[in-house]
Structures are given as structure tokens and as C-alpha cells.
T-cell receptor, first 109, second 113 residues
């Protein structure tokens, strides 16, 4: 059975305090992995796609990396506007996206 | 270009009533997805369409749920009769088939009392 686990469930950081979010998965027929950001009351917003182990993508203070069994979202010197829930979602070769339950990040000034 | 449009944004109804949620995908996208989000289960795929044809409806919880896509620019998700456990946020998303990234609408928050 396909499984996606994100940790921690919640993370509180001081502004400027770097950290990492983890997504571990067991998915058959994996084609890629997506990261989304979701703000309260809004739909998920696409951040990154990763397709192969060792691949890295960066956007502003965020960097996503991928291994065979997990992905990390590194946040460098976060700001309060980075506060959101971050969702990872492995993509199967059937084109089905399986979402984790997310990490709720709060960044305090 | 406008993103995915969903209506209504909020719906409050009584148990047993019919509920219809509406979605307009991004122009040029030929895949459409309906998701449900709850605190307990997170984001779950209910059904998706490619070129207006339902491909996988294995996530539709019961026969009370049905979805249609009569043309490339419109889809509906209907619940009849509704039950309190259907209360959730329902998202519609669209993409170019095979491209992977889904673009989500703002969601419809459904409350069934």
C-alpha cells in the first residue's frame, strides 16, 4: 500500500532560524515528487517537481532535494511570510498524486 | 490568465439535501481533478478526467457522489443526499495531461448540518 509520511507535523521557528521538513514515502510506480504550499483558506500552490534521486530545486529561501525513499524541503533564514502548510506529493506512473498530511510551519519575528 | 474557478466558496446545507459544486479549469488544461480535504484524512483524490472522460473514480466514497464534465471548461461534483460526514473542503484542480503539476482552485467549504 502506498504511504506518505511528513514530519514534523508542526514546526515553530524564529525568523532567520533555518530548518528542514521531511517527506518519506513508500510508493509503487513512482514517477516524481511534488512540493506544494498551502495558506489558510486557499488551495495548494505548486512549488517544485523532482524526478530523480539526487535532484535539487531552489526557489528563494526554499530548496527541495530527493533521495530514493525521502525528500527534504530546506528553509534557509525563513521569514514570517513563509508560514504555511507544506505538502509533499509523490506522483505515480498512473498519473495519480498522493498527498502527505503536511507540515504546518510558523515563523515568528 | 484566470486560475481555476470554483463556486460556491461556502455552502451550508441540511442533511439529506442535494449539493452541487462547480469548477471551471484553466483554459488549455485537459485534465481535471476533484479532491476532498479534511483534518483527519488530508487531501484525497475523488475522481479525475482526461479530455472530459472520467479515468479513475475509485476515490469517490459512495454512490451518493457523482461527477460530470460535459465540456472542457466545466465540471460538477454532486452529493445526493448529503450527510454531516461529507463536511470538508472540496478542491478542483486542473493540469495539462501528463505534465504532473496540478493547479488548484480556492476550494468550496461544505458544511452539512
Amino acid at each position: 500500500e502506498d504511504q506518505v509520511t511528513q514530519s514534523p507535523e508542526a514546526l515553530r521557528l524564529q525568523e532567520g532560524e533555518s530548518s528542514s521538513l521531511n517527506c518519506s514515502y513508500t510508493v509503487s510506480g513512482l514517477r516524481g515528487l511534488f512540493w506544494y504550499r498551502q495558506d489558510p483558506g486557499k488551495g495548494p500552490e505548486f512549488l517544485f517537481t523532482l524526478y530523480s534521486a539526487g535532484e535539487e530545486k531552489e526557489k528563494e529561501r526554499l530548496k527541495a532535494t530527493l533521495t530514493k525513499k525521502e525528500s527534504f524541503l530546506h528553509i534557509t533564514a525563513p521569514k514570517p511570510e513563509d508560514s504555511a502548510t507544506y505538502l509533499c506529493a509523490p506522483l505515480k506512473n498512473t498519473d495519480k498524486l498522493i498527498f502527505g498530511t503536511g507540515t504546518r510551519l510558523q515563523v515568528f519575528p | 490568465d484566470a486560475g481555476v474557478i470554483q463556486s460556491p466558496r461556502h455552502e451550508v446545507t441540511e442533511m439529506g439535501q442535494e449539493v452541487t459544486l462547480r469548477c471551471k479549469p484553466i483554459s488549455g488544461h485537459n485534465s481535471l481533478f476533484w479532491y476532498r480535504q479534511t483534518m483527519m484524512r488530508g487531501l484525497e483524490l475523488l475522481i479525475y478526467f482526461n479530455n472530459n472522460v472520467p479515468i479513475d473514480d475509485s476515490g469517490m466514497p459512495e454512490d451518493r457522489f457523482s461527477a460530470k464534465m460535459p465540456n472542457a471548461s466545466f465540471s460538477t461534483l454532486k452529493i445526493q443526499p448529503s450527510e454531516p460526514r461529507d463536511s470538508a473542503v472540496y478542491f478542483c484542480a486542473s493540469s495539462v495531461q501528463g505534465a504532473g503539476e496540478r493547479y488548484f482552485g480556492p476550494g468550496t467549504r461544505l458544511t452539512v448540518t
